[in-house]
C-alpha cells in the first residue's frame, strides 16, 4: 500500500518538474491564466438595462416592495414594544404579542420535558415536538393558540399597514 502511495508522490512531482520545464506552472503563464478568465467573466456579464437592449424578449421584472408602517403597539405579554408586527402572534381583543414571548408562555403552561420543544406549525398553532429515536420529529400535542379568525384578522391588519 505504500508503495502504491510513493509512485503516486513520484508521478506527480515528475509532471510537476515537466510542466515547470515547458513553462506551464510558471508565475508569469498563471498571471495571464487569470487575466484572460476576469476578462471573460467581465465580457460574459451584462447590466440589466444592457440585457434589455440587447435582447427585446427580457421582459422588465422589476417591482415596487411595499413597507409595512410599523404601529407603536406593546406585546401583551411581556408589556415591550413590537418591532415588527407581522412577526406578532394576535392575544384576541388583549392586542398582540411577541412571537418569542408566546413560545415562552406556552413552554411553562404545558411543563415541557427536557427532551421537548415548542415549535410553530402554522396558521396560528404551536406544538409540543419530540425528537424520535430514528431522528425524527413526533407531535406530541397541537396547541390552537390564535383562532382561524384571529389569524385572517392579524393578516389583514397587517396587509392594511403596508404603503
Not at 411577541?98 to 415548542?118: L, M
Amino acid at each position: 500500500m505504500e508503495e502504491k502511495i510513493q509512485d503516486a508522490r513520484k508521478g506527480g512531482q515528475k509532471r510537476r518538474r515537466k510542466a515547470q520545464k515547458q513553462g506551464q506552472n510558471s508565475p508569469q503563464k498563471a498571471q495571464q491564466v487569470k487575466q484572460k478568465q476576469q476578462q471573460q467573466k467581465a465580457f460574459n456579464v451584462l447590466k440589466p438595462d444592457e440585457v434589455r437592449r440587447s435582447n427585446p424578449k427580457v421582459l422588465d421584472y422589476s417591482i415596487e416592495l411595499k413597507r409595512v408602517n410599523e404601529p407603536k403597539v406593546l406585546c401583551a405579554l411581556c408589556g415591550q414594544p413590537i418591532g415588527a408586527i407581522a412577526e406578532a402572534i394576535s392575544e384576541g381583543d388583549n392586542g398582540y404579542s411577541h412571537f418569542d414571548c408566546v413560545i415562552k408562555k406556552i413552554a411553562e403552561d404545558e411543563q415541557i420535558k427536557s427532551d421537548e420543544k415548542i415549535s410553530y406549525v402554522g396558521k396560528g398553532a404551536f406544538a409540543v415536538i419530540r425528537t424520535t429515536e430514528e431522528n425524527k420529529f413526533e407531535i406530541v400535542k397541537r396547541i390552537a393558540y390564535e383562532t382561524n379568525e384571529q389569524y385572517a384578522s392579524h393578516k389583514r391588519y397587517v396587509e392594511e399597514l403596508k404603503s
